[in-house]
């Protein structure tokens, strides 16, 4: 610091002294900022939304996706990261903004301020994320989240034709529909169907086929049903 002849002159911002005739002048103390030159007092306690560690001059804003709700911050570690299901996009945040909702498609979970800054983390495959989220909703059984960033419960689609799809959370079938049953979109192998008599059904059916014309699956042979007709006078 440039040496004071009297109080508080010459000191440089962040700095300050507030006794005459001193050789120095003094670092202005964590949690309080000395904006001016040549002051003999601080300029009072560090703003919300702000950090200022010993010796500043002006206030330092906490990073976007972050914010500080109190008086006298010391250090970035005094900014806290965004309330779960909220975003920061501006720096120097004093509280977290009610309109600042997550974005649909993204989730805040509160733990990555890059993310908090822009909206949240982008919904992963087999999810998806409604406004104000603070966590991944998985795609309930039998359907599909084939993309990222999925904003609601209707853009999970179903499970492909002549497939199961027998977890929540997944973006892609499970299994085929085995022989025997068939499996309209949307299916699980709770609700797959079986295949009616007088039809067959081989693996990865979406729909039963009717039994050529004489032809028909025999009640006593009823492994029949899985994928192929008989003869009438079998």
């Not at 209707?154 to 027998?166: E, H, K, L, N, R």
């Not at 007088?198 to 006593?220: L, M, W």
Request: charged share 20%; glycine share 14%.
């Amino acid at each position: 610091a440039v040496v004071s002849t009297q109080s508080g002159h010459y000191g440089r911002a962040g700095t300050y002294q507030p006794d005459r005739g001193q050789g120095v002048c003094l670092p202005c103390p964590a949690g309080q900022y000395c904006q001016d030159d040549g002051m003999a007092a601080t300029s009072g306690q560090c703003p919300k939304g702000h950090y200022c560690p010993e010796g500043v001059g002006n206030p330092k804003e906490c990073n976007a996706g972050t914010y500080n709700d109190l008086l006298g911050g010391t250090s970035i570690g005094d900014c806290n990261n965004c309330k779960v299901g909220f975003y920061g996009p501006n720096s120097g945040q004093a509280e977290v903004n009610s309109n600042h909702k997550c974005k649909a498609g993204y989730f805040c979970d509160g733990t990555k301020p890059v993310d908090n800054a822009k909206g949240g983390s982008r919904c992963s495959l087999g999810n998806y994320c409604t406004e104000g989220t603070f966590e991944e909703i998985p795609c309930p059984k039998g359907t599909l989240g084939r993309n990222t960033g999925l904003r609601s419960l209707s853009a999970c689609s179903d499970c492909d034709p002549g497939y199961v799809c027998d977890n929540a959370g997944d973006d892609a079938p499970s299994a085929e529909c085995e022989p025997g049953y068939y499996c309209p979109g949307g299916s699980t192998t709770e609700t797959r169907i079986q295949c009616p008599l007088h039809n067959f059904c081989p693996g990865r059916s979406s729909e039963p086929s009717v039994c050529p014309a004489g032809k028909k699956t025999d009640e006593k042979r009823k492994k029949y049903r899985l994928r192929l007709c008989v003869d009438t006078t079998a």
